[in-house]
């Protein structure tokens, strides 16, 4: 599986953006997907993620309420809609895909990854 995320780009605080993730290779309508950031000089964290179906997701609680992970299996595509950004959202943005149905928060449990998208958020 080839995962490309795009969508980042700079923006102010209190403002909204919307993260794709487009999947090629093999269809991930059996996958569980997830999103996951890293901010300068921090460790690689857990943003998001849904089951297969979307029928369960699961946030962190930085971004709880703020942001709204949704998939398009049928185009193949995962997707982060950020809400009220803040700067401490400033991060480089992941997506990845876990090869079984249900989502977990680790990211050792997601082997396939996109290569990132850089969202600034400026104050």
């Known amino acids: 599986v080839q995962l490309q995320a795009f969508g980042g780009g700079l923006v102010q605080a209190g403002n909204s953006l919307r993260l794709s993730c487009a999947a090629s290779g093999r269809a991930i309508n059996n996958y569980a997907m997830g999103w996951f950031r890293q901010a300068p000089g921090k460790e690689r964290e857990f943003v998001a993620a849904?089951?297969?179906?979307?029928?369960?997701?699961g946030y962190a609680d930085s971004v709880k309420g703020r942001f709204t992970i949704s998939r398009d299996n049928a185009k193949n595509s995962v997707y982060l809609q950020m809400n009220s950004l803040k700067p401490e959202d400033t991060a480089v943005y992941y997506c990845a895909c876990r090869r079984f149905a249900a989502f977990r928060n680790d990211e050792g449990e997601y082997p396939y990854w996109g290569q990132g998208t850089l969202v600034t958020v400026s104050s």
């Open positions: 849904i089951d297969w179906n979307a029928g369960r997701t």
